[in-house]
């Protein structure tokens, strides 16, 4: 009877076994897709993210959004990344060529996510008199140059340092933007002969019981503007303003579009490089308490409100990327 029940009970569990394969097979192949179907809809999902921000609905950064407390990014900034843009090579080979590329919103150094190079900057300290502001100007340019001149050149685009024009009265100016101080002292990028103008008598009322901070967030936006200059960002910004009519409410919106944007690079620096040699904590709360409680001097209509000049600064301290400091795709309410 053991022998009889044996020998019909090998076929059944024979088909027994085929059918849990079969089934196990149909389970397999379900999970397969969902997983695909999965990983898709996860891809498709940072697609619309990306889109939404730069689609203008989202822009992060600004009055609510982010809150004062959170931390600069440091470290966790997204490294420097070689990226086939504007004639750039693959990473470690020579790049091709160096030229650049007249865009705004579709400028290939926004298109990707492109950090700053980390520094251990040495700057000297800061002391109330002329001479040592000069000393203080020329080691602070050094260090944004090394921190910006490989992402610039890993994206195929052009880098040089720029000039520096620090004299101790505003009216010792001698620069080919010398207009820019008719309205009294202040400091500014002259793009004509790709100088930092930073006078003494502009300077000392803005970084007055700071030791680093304060001097360093207005060099770093004025730097801003000479990264916009030797892209070509400034260039297509002068043709549009110029397009749309330099006074008109278009044309002053571009102006805080390039206007905020520099603050987004001078957030990027010293959030990229928070906690390193001297970019300390204490270098860093004055630097952001300059950026937060605005400047005198500054013209809202052309240079955005406290808020988005704050908001972007930010931004550009916490992401540390150049994507994230397009202004250009930005609702006008983020501009404003």
């Known amino acids: 009877m053991n022998s009889t029940f044996s020998s019909r009970l090998g076929p059944l ?19 397969t897709t ?10 498709a999902g940072e697609m619309r993210t990306a889109r939404t921000v730069s689609d203008n609905s989202m822009t992060p950064g600004f009055a609510g959004a982010l809150p004062d407390s959170a931390n600069p990014i440091g470290d966790a900034a997204p490294p420097v990344a070689f990226a086939p843009l504007a004639g750039a090579s693959s990473a470690g080979m020579p790049l091709a060529s160096s030229r650049a590329v007249q865009a705004l ?9 492109v950090g700053l190079g980390r520094v251990d900057c040495k700057l000297p300290t800061w002391h109330e008199d002329p001479e040592a502001a000069r000393a203080f100007y020329r080691g602070a340019i050094a260090c944004l140059d090394a921190s910006w001149e490989p992402t610039l050149r890993g994206a195929g685009l052009p880098f040089h340092p720029p000039r520096l024009l620090a004299p101790t009265e505003s009216r010792d100016v001698a620069s080919q933007c010398v207009q820019r101080l008719r309205n009294g002292p202040t400091t500014f990028y002259c793009a004509l002969d790709e100088t ?8 000392r009322p803005l970084s007055s019981g700071s030791r680093r901070g304060a001097q360093l967030a207005v060099l770093s936006t004025e730097y ?10 400034m260039q297509a910004y ?21 206007e905020l ?53 930010k931004w550009g301290a916490d992401k540390g990327d150049t994507w994230e400091c397009n202004t250009w795709y930005s609702s006008p309410a983020h501009v404003e």
């Open 13 to 31: 569990r024979s088909k027994r076994i085929v059918l849990i394969w079969v089934v196990l097979g149909v389970v397999g192949v379900l999970t």
């Open 34 to 43: 969902g997983l695909l179907v999965t990983g898709h809809s996860a891809d």
């Open 105 to 113: 919103a579709d400028h290939p150094l926004f298109a990707q996510h």
């Open 196 to 203: 930092l103008v930073l006078p003494y008598d502009a300077m």
């Open 224 to 233: 801003g503007h000479h990264v916009q200059n030797l892209i070509g960002v």
């Open 238 to 258: 002068n043709e549009k303003r110029s397009t749309v009519g330099k006074d008109t409410t278009a044309g002053r919106e571009q102006s805080r579009r390039m």
């Open 261 to 313: 944007q520099a603050r987004c690079f001078s957030g990027m620096f010293l959030g990229t490089n928070f906690g390193r040699a001297d970019i300390d904590e204490q270098t860093w709360t004055e630097a952001s308490h300059t950026v937060h409680s605005g400047q005198p001097t500054r013209d809202p209509r052309m240079q955005g409100t406290e808020e988005n000049v704050w908001g972007w600064w």
